[in-house]
DNA sequence: GCCTCGA
DNA sequence: TCGAGGCAACGCCAC
DNA sequence: GTGGCG
């Protein structure tokens, strides 16, 4: 029972991570714990969730739509595509898609009432083959300067196993099309500016032994991983936000897992702004002329 | 994980 | 009645 | 137009 709604749970006490012993019960403790934070940063957008129905190293799949079996309570949008979707924004929805093994929750950059305009860049660093975590680190805190200097606001959190997320808000000021140019204005200039430290190049082959500055291409839909979501790796890791200071100490994405994220919580409380905030708009604008 | 379809 | 199949899909660039 | 890439 979840708000007053029943929900069944079938195959209790299936393992998700069975290295670790996680069953779906110990899952849907985590998800309930955890409620407020991920709801926060998940409602009002448009979901995306992989669901692993025999464990996270097993056959998963995407799920968009809200399914013909889904329960009243679940509430929906309607995609302009006519279809409806998932709108993760209670207790109850949360639960019953945890029974449905679902292990990851990934949401648009746009809100549902304002579809056309994401609320915040994201750069994606993730180490690649022969890369150690403390180039991410290098890298991470090098943009977080620059970004400091430009008087731009900018938050950062684990992606999963790997790698770091940096999160910039732009206020819902700008279609899809003017994010994409800002996005990659950055990326091009940070490139630019740290040349041995980082490539843009999409072309695998062409990146050599730099770190890959991914500057997330984006568009109405496409969704990412949503903070406090846990990941389908086999630590059970969870995509946590984290102070600067925290990556300037040197953390590991591995440090953050199903098993720990509540006392983090607790003990930090949800360091990530709504992403709603305007601050950063009057930085853009200069921006925006200069690239035309 | 659950539903639908077809043998 | 039981197994197989579905459950997502944009923009960019090189070719 | 198709394929690699995220």
Same mark, same amino acid.
């Given at each position: 029972m979840v708000d007053n709604n029943k929900i069944k749970i079938s195959n209790p006490d299936k393992l998700l991570w069975s +290295?670790?012993?996680? #069953? %779906?019960?110990?899952? =849907? %403790?985590?998800?309930?714990y955890i409620t407020p934070y991920i709801i926060k940063h998940a409602k009002d957008r448009f979901l995306t969730t992989i669901r692993y129905p025999d464990g996270y190293d097993k056959k998963f799949f995407y799920q968009k739509k809200v399914p013909s079996y889904a329960p009243e309570f679940v509430d929906s949008a309607r995609w302009k595509d006519g279809s409806e979707y998932i709108n993760l924004n209670k207790q109850a929805t949360l639960v019953w898609l945890g029974n449905l093994a679902s292990l990851e929750f990934h949401t648009t950059f746009?809100?549902? $009432? %304002?579809?056309?305009?994401? &609320?915040?860049?994201? @750069?994606?660093?993730?180490? !690649? +083959?022969? $890369?150690? @975590? *403390? $180039?991410?680190? *290098?890298?991470? =805190?090098?943009?977080?300067? #620059?970004?400091?200097?430009?008087?731009? &606001? !900018?938050?950062? %959190? &684990?992606?999963?196993?790997?790698?770091l997320q940096i999160y910039i808000p732009i206020g819902e000021k700008y279609d899809y099309n003017e994010a994409r140019k800002i996005s990659k204005f950055f990326a091009e200039y940070f490139a630019n500016k740290y040349p041995e430290l980082i490539t843009i190049e999409r072309l695998k082959e062409k990146r050599g032994k730099k770190l890959?500055?991914?500057? =997330? $291409?984006?568009? +109405?839909?496409k969704s990412i991983i949503t903070p406090y979501s846990p990941r389908a790796t086999k630590y059970a890791s969870v995509s946590m936000p984290v102070k600067w200071e925290e990556v300037e100490a040197g953390i590991k994405p591995q440090d953050f897992t199903i098993f720990n994220a509540l006392d983090r919580i607790k003990k930090v409380g949800d360091i990530f702004e709504p992403l709603l905030d305007n601050k950063n708009v009057e !930085?853009?604008?200069s921006i925006l002329q200069q690239i035309k």
């Open positions: +290295e670790l012993g996680i #069953t %779906k019960v110990d899952y =849907l %403790k985590y998800l309930i746009n809100r549902i $009432q %304002k579809p056309f305009s994401p &609320t915040n860049l994201v @750069f994606d660093l993730d180490p !690649s +083959e022969g $890369q150690v @975590f *403390e $180039q991410v680190i *290098e890298v991470a =805190l090098n943009v977080y300067d #620059t970004l400091n200097k430009l008087n731009i &606001t !900018s938050y950062v %959190k &684990t992606s999963g196993a790997t790698g890959y500055f991914d500057y =997330l $291409q984006m568009w +109405e839909g !930085s853009f604008s």
